[in-house]
């Protein structure tokens, strides 16, 4: 088989160099939904996407008739920390938000190595395959660190980015988790507004991501392996009370049976955990992510829990509490760097901090002083 090759993202800035790590793969001609003549083939007759300034009406009517060049530009303005970028995303997204919140949205997470990318690989095929629209996003807490991308440099999802209908774009990089989480936020609404129906959103199961993700998603996906009894134990008890199914992967070949006894073995711990949702039971599932075996059921149970929340009201109540959620987040993430930027609090915080150490302040007092400084010269 050939293999495929590397080629620079249409969302990469050209001066980028090696700041962006994530690379795209080569793909069918005319393969691509509202751009065409765009196919990257390296044939003679090939047009280079043009690098132009694109104004607020240009993003959101791109955006709008689900043109991916247009997409892919405006969640790389989304993800610009520029103060005059930051500007144009917002003006953007006031216009695009009538347009957002239709579709699913699916957070997936679980220890690396799981099958994730995997799993969803599967998923959006068999979806695309339905005529649903799937949009594939990552929160990547190590991409910050690294500046890699998991789904760039690790897992290609190689069938699922060649269909028309499937839109996959890496973590961004750079920020804290919080910044990354916004952005990843952002960029959900706008692929929304280019009509992708379902969103699934990856992310590693290492700490303060999956409840970044929780808070952004309508179903919580935790994959898991066999080999209960240790492997229960390396799985905290809060990420699995987040989860509305927890699914048993590779479940195929000799590992067959024992994912049997694993779902057993989870359905009963399940059972005295509280659910994530109120009013859905959260249960454990098998598949296979290799052969596809079990992933219909899992979408199915997906569609299930949607039904059900939409008539409880569950699923707008979460959303809502949801929205409220990400403002507040912001406005902490927005103090707190302010706080951090305030030249008076940069100016004592050395001398605060050695009196602590040295036990000439309580840490209450530093708070007050710190915190009256940054109040006194605003
Ligand atoms: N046998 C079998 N192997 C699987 C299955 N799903 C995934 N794998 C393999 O497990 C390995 C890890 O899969 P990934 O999908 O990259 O796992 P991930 O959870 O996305 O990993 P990170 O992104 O690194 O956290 C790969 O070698 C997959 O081929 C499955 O259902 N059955
Ligand atoms: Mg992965």
Known sequence: MMTPKKQRPEWAPLESGDAFTSFVMEGVEGG???MPGQSTRGSANVIRPVYRRLSVEDYVKGVLAGNRTILAQAITLIESNAPAHVEMAQEALKQLLPHTGRAMRVGITGVPGSGKSTFIEALGCMLCAQGHKVAVLAVDPSSTITRGSILGDKTRMDALSRKKHAFIRPSPSGGTLGGVARKSQETMLVCEAAGFDVVL?????????????????????????????????????????????????????????????????????????????????TRAFTCSSLTGEGVEEIWAVIEDFREKTVKSGVFYDRRRAQILDWVYTMVWEHLR??????????????????????????????????????????
């Open 337 to 378: 760097i302010r706080f951090l930027n305030h030249p008076g609090v940069a100016a004592i915080t050395p001398k605060v901090e050695q009196d602590v150490l040295n036990g000439k302040l309580s840490a209450t007092m530093a708070v007050r002083e710190l915190i009256d400084t940054f109040e006194r010269q605003k």
């Open 32 to 34: 691509h939904d509202g």
């Open 201 to 281: 959103i990856e992310t590693v199961g290492v700490g303060q991501s999956e409840v970044t993700v929780r808070s952004m998603v309508d179903f919580f996906l935790l994959l898991v392996l066999t080999g209960a009894g240790d492997e229960l134990q390396g799985i905290k008890r809060g990420v699995m009370e987040l989860a509305d199914a927890l699914v048993i992967n590779k479940a195929d070949g000799d590992n067959r049976l024992r994912a049997q006894s694993t779902k057993a073995e989870y359905d009963r711990i399940l059972h005295y955990l509280q659910p994530a949702t109120e009013g859905w039971i």
